[in-house]
C-alpha cells in the first residue's frame, strides 16, 4: 500500500519560513518523479514544484521560483519543501505526489500517488 504523508505546516507570519516534508513509503522512491502542489481556499489546485528521480532537474512555478526550494532525500524517501519569505497568498493545503514517468511534470494528471496534505497558513 503507497502512503504519502506530508508533515510541517502550520501558521506563521508573513516573511517567515516552513520546511514541509513528505514521507514515501510503499514504493521505490528513487524511481518516482515527486511534486508539490496546493489549493487555497475556493481556488484549484495548482502545480507548486517537481523534481526528477536523483534531483537533476527541478521546476518551479514563477510565484515561488527564489523563494521555495525542493528537495529528495532518496535514503530516506523523504521529499522537502522549503519555503521561505512566505506571503498570505502562499495560504494553502500542500499536497506531494508521485509520478512513475521520467520526465517532470506540472500536470496533476499524470501523478499516480497523493497525500492527504498539510496545511500552511501565512498571516499578514
Known amino acids: 500500500q503507497v502512503q504519502l504523508v506530508e508533515s510541517g505546516g502550520g501558521l506563521v507570519q508573513a516573511g517567515g519560513s516552513l520546511r514541509l516534508s513528505c514521507v514515501a513509503s510503499?514504493?521505490?522512491?528513487?524511481?518516482?518523479?515527486m511534486g508539490w502542489f496546493r489549493q487555497a481556499p475556493g481556488k484549484e489546485r495548482e502545480f507548486v514544484a517537481a523534481t526528477s528521480r536523483r534531483g537533476g532537474s527541478i521546476d518551479y512555478v514563477d510565484s515561488v521560483k527564489g523563494r521555495f526550494t525542493i528537495s529528495r532525500d532518496n535514503a530516506k524517501n523523504t521529499l522537502y519543501l522549503q519555503m521561505n519569505s512566505l506571503k498570505p497568498e502562499d495560504t494553502a493545503v500542500y499536497y506531494c505526489a508521485a509520478d512513475h514517468r521520467y520526465s517532470i511534470s506540472r500536470m496533476q494528471t499524470t501523478y499516480d500517488y497523493w497525500g492527504q496534505g498539510t496545511q500552511v497558513t501565512v498571516s499578514s
Open positions: 510503499g514504493l521505490p522512491f528513487s524511481e518516482y518523479v
